[in-house]
């Protein structure tokens, strides 16, 4: 059996590690689809998970049809079932090949790539992110001595303290259209109230000179 070889730093995940070790072949998947492939590996991943995103489940069987390993992870997945994704909550994700069938999700590996990993959830809104966080929080307390699954815990836990925080300080900066038009105005009319003061100060300063004379 020929030996999985290990995935470079930048492709941490399924979708990654077979994106950078079979790049043709994958180029060759998103023209069949009607994408412009690019040249650029990392474009190339992102391509590739918005095809999965808009194809499903077909296009990632295509795509683990170009897995580099393919048959030494068939060997491993004849004896492994499948469990729920944290992600989708489908019954479809493979622990011997860290990929969900049904939406592509992988899980953190512990090979320091955690960029990478938190990439997965830029489609996310902050309530299904939540979720997630929730059901890999239970995970964890019934294995506390997993330390990739912790690490993947303090992550997402990071993501959504980051994003909530960016929200409450976005809305703190926005005045609403109202309020920016009632200072607009109240400002036009203390301008015109010091302007119509300083031409009565000035009209009654020439009336006394007047006077004077």
């Known amino acids: ?66 897995h580099p ?14 469990t729920i994704c944290d992600a989708c909550s489908n019954d479809s994700y493979d622990s011997a090949t860290n990929f969900c069938k049904a939406c592509g999700h992988s899980k953190y590996s512990g090979i320091g790539d955690e960029a990478n990993f938190l990439k997965q959830f830029k489609t996310y809104d902050i309530q299904a992110l939540e979720r997630y966080y929730q059901s890999i929080v239970k995970q964890s307390n019934v294995k506390p001595q997993d330390k990739h699954l912790a690490r993947e815990v303090q992550m997402v836990w990071n993501e959504i303290r980051t994003r909530k925080i960016a929200t409450k300080t976005e809305d703190q900066n926005q005045v609403p259209k109202d309020k920016a038009l009632r200072l607009k105005r109240d400002e036009l009319l203390l301008f ?15 009336l006394n000179r007047t006077n004077v004379r």
């Open 1 to 66: 059996m020929r030996a999985i070889r290990q995935a470079p730093a930048q492709g941490q995940n399924s979708i990654d590690y077979i994106t950078y070790h079979n790049k043709d072949s994958v180029s060759d998947l998103l023209e069949h689809y009607g994408y412009v492939a690019p040249k650029h590996p990392r474009a190339l991943v992102s391509a590739v998970k918005a095809l999965i995103q808009k194809k499903g489940e077909k296009a990632i069987k295509a795509l683990l049809e170009l």
């Open 69 to 82: 390993d393919k048959n030494a992870i068939l060997q491993l997945s004849t004896s492994s079932a499948k």
């Open 192 to 206: 015109g109230a010091v302007f119509v003061a300083g031409l009565l100060v000035g009209h009654g300063l020439k």
